[in-house]
């Protein structure tokens, strides 16, 4: 009987180191709300992880803001000052929405335009499930998930509920961002 608890432990020990070695980069996000940890699917999204956590790296996001937050949708972010102007990016990274990833509750895609491989540093967490923004969506195209939210659910919860209206920045006005401004004040990758 011993040596089959000693087995079984063992079994444990190598399924809890196994599934510790395939945990994808994790980057913690210190905003004015709260802070909340992302852990990234650099198995399923490689391209568009790297292209993340290049941003993360050069302090890109830091004083960034969520610009676009619409409750019971999505919030968006990391593109724009706290004065609504937009940062320049590098070039986009190719889409990789067909990577079977979800629109689900709390994960985070990238944001992008028409083109599906459009997306630079502008990301959104999802506040619902999405399946209108799965591949293949009603366009074909699909929204490239890359991670999910694993801490600090609340502070999403809590920025999705921000009041919001239209703001005018140097480009035009905007919808949907928040009166006050929620700041990204740092974003890290955790070691």
Do not use: C
């Not at 630079?120 to 366009?139: H, R, S």
Request: proline letters at 6%.
């Amino acid at each position: 009987m011993r040596k089959l608890w000693m087995s079984l432990g063992l079994a444990l020990s190598i399924t809890t180191l196994s599934s510790i070695a395939q945990a994808g980069p994790k980057v913690e996000f210190k905003t004015n709300q709260g802070n909340f940890v992302v852990d990234l699917e650099s198995d399923r999204a490689p391209k568009t992880v790297n292209n993340f956590l290049a941003y993360v790296k050069s302090g890109f996001y830091n004083g960034t803001v969520f610009h676009r937050v619409i409750n019971g949708f999505m919030v968006q972010g990391g593109g724009f000052t706290t004065d609504l102007v937009q940062k320049p990016t590098q070039a986009p990274v190719v889409s990789e929405a067909q990577n079977g990833l979800k629109n689900q509750n709390y994960t985070i895609a990238m944001a992008r335009t028409s083109d599906p491989d459009s997306a630079t540093a502008q990301f959104f967490i999802n506040v619902k499930d999405n399946p209108g923004l799965d591949y293949p969506n009603a366009m074909g195209n699909g929204y490239t998930v890359f991670g999910r939210v694993i801490s600090g659910q609340q502070t999403i919860d809590k920025i999705k509920g921000v009041p919001t209206g239209i703001a005018s920045t140097p480009r035009g006005r905007m919808a949907d961002v928040p009166n006050t401004p929620v700041v990204i004040e740092s974003a890290t990758i955790l070691k």
